[in-house]
T-cell receptor
C-alpha cells in the first residue's frame, strides 16, 4: 500500500529540547516536502527536497532543519523548539502526475 | 509569484442540496490547479486536478470543479451534498512554467464545509 508515514503522530515537549519528526515514503517519489498547518493560516511550506541531497527552503523555514540522505526518508529537525512551533505538521511526496500524497500528520506541542 | 484565495472560511449546506466551494488563483503562466480534502484528524487527500483540456474536471467522491480562465477561478462543486462530505477543503495552484520554488503548489487557507442533515 502506498504510504507516507510520519512519526511521532503526537508529541508534547519542552522549549529547547531537540526533536526529530521522521517521514518515510514507499513510492520512490523524488520530491518530498514538509508543511505546517495552523488555524486561519492554512498550509505553509517549511522545506522541500527535489531529490536526494537536494533541499531548499519553503515559506517558513526558520527554526527547522531537514536532510535527504536517501530517497525514501525526509526527517524534520527542530534543534531548539519554541512555543511558536506548536503546530500540526505534514509530510508529503509528489506523484508523477503532480498531486501531493500526504502523511497523516504530526501534532506537536512545545511548552 | 503564485497565490490562491478561498474567500469563504465556512460553507453551510443542507444534505441533498448542491454545494460550491470557491477558489480563485493568480499565477504568471498557465496554472495547474488542485483540490484536496482533509477529514478530522487525517492528512490531506487529493480530490481532483486541472492540468489542461476540458474545463470541467471530475474527481473522487462525486466532486467536480470548473476551470474558468477569464475569472481565474476553480470552484469545487457537487450536485448533491452528503453529511459525510463535511470536511476542510483546500485549493492549490502551481505555475505550469514553474521551477525550483514555484515547482510546488501554493495552498489556500482552506474552507470548512458543513453539511447539515
Amino acid at each position: 500500500e502506498a504510504q507516507v508515514t510520519q512519526n511521532p503522530r503526537y508529541l508534547i515537549t519542552v522549549t529547547g529540547k531537540k526533536l526529530t519528526v521522521t517521514c518515510s515514503q514507499n513510492m520512490n517519489h523524488e520530491y518530498m516536502s514538509w508543511y505546517r498547518q495552523d488555524p486561519g493560516l492554512g498550509l505553509r511550506q517549511i522545506y522541500y527536497s527535489m531529490n536526494v541531497e537536494v533541499t531548499d527552503k519553503g515559506d517558513v523555514p526558520e527554526g527547522y532543519k531537514v536532510s535527504r540522505k536517501e530517497k525514501r526518508n525526509f526527517p524534520l529537525i527542530l534543534e531548539s523548539p519554541s512555543p511558536n512551533q506548536t503546530s500540526l505538521y505534514f509530510c508529503a511526496s509528489r506523484v508523477n502526475t503532480g498531486e501531493l500524497f500526504f502523511g497523516e500528520g504530526s501534532r506537536l506541542t512545545v511548552l | 509569484a503564485q497565490s490562491v484565495a478561498q474567500p469563504e472560511d465556512q460553507v453551510n449546506v443542507a444534505e441533498g442540496n448542491p454545494l460550491t466551494v470557491k477558489c480563485t488563483y493568480s499565477v504568471s503562466g498557465n496554472p495547474y490547479l488542485f483540490w484536496y480534502v482533509q477529514y478530522p484528524n487525517r492528512g490531506l487527500q487529493f480530490l481532483l486536478k486541472y492540468i489542461t483540456g476540458d474545463n470541467l474536471v471530475k474527481g473522487s467522491y462525486g466532486f467536480e470543479a470548473e476551470f474558468n480562465k477569464s475569472q481565474t477561478s476553480f470552484h469545487l462543486k457537487k450536485p448533491s451534498a452528503l453529511v459525510s462530505d463535511s470536511a476542510l477543503y483546500f485549493c492549490a495552484v502551481r505555475d505550469m512554467r514553474g521551477s525550483g520554488g514555484s515547482y510546488i503548489p501554493t495552498f489556500g487557507r482552506g474552507t470548512s464545509l458543513i453539511v447539515h442533515p
